[in-house]
């Protein structure tokens, strides 16, 4: 069974950036495709980037221009680059994983999504 860790998360001002890493044991994760989740208290978790089995990636409209996921098969990782910070970007952050190999390239609903990280915290001060 796969298991997934982030990392990476903390306190920064706005404009900053962090980087956000997804480590996985217990399974492969370069057959399957990978997603960036995000929740805000008070709200329902939503998508922030997917990356496909394949390396095709995908952004909400929000993030565009600012995030990057990107994947390194041989370390077994999924990451996430955050620049120009804001603080709307405040939520706790998750990695997610198909539970499946290929299949859908880049899934847009958490159901989808059948391994999830803890998460970790991002937190963006004015």
């Known amino acids: 069974q796969v298991q997934l860790v982030e990392s990476g998360g903390g306190l920064v001002q706005a404009g900053g950036s962090l980087r956000l890493s997804c480590a996985a044991s217990?399974?492969?994760?370069?057959?399957?495709?990978m997603g960036w989740f995000r929740q805000a208290p008070g709200t329902e978790r939503e998508l922030v980037a997917t990356i496909s089995w394949s390396g095709i990636t995908s952004s909400a409209d929000s993030v565009k221009g600012r995030f990057t996921i990107s994947r390194d098969n041989a370390k077994n990782t999924v990451s996430l680059q955050m620049n120009s910070l804001k603080p709307e970007d405040t939520a706790v952050y998750y990695c997610?994983?198909?539970?499946?190999?290929?299949?859908?390239?880049?899934?847009?609903?958490?159901?989808?999504?059948?391994?999830w990280g803890q998460g970790t915290q991002v937190t963006v001060s004015s």
């Open positions: 217990g399974g492969t994760l370069s057959t399957r495709s």
């Open positions: 997610a994983a198909r539970s499946i190999s290929y299949g859908d390239l880049n899934p847009i609903k958490s159901s989808q999504y059948g391994v």
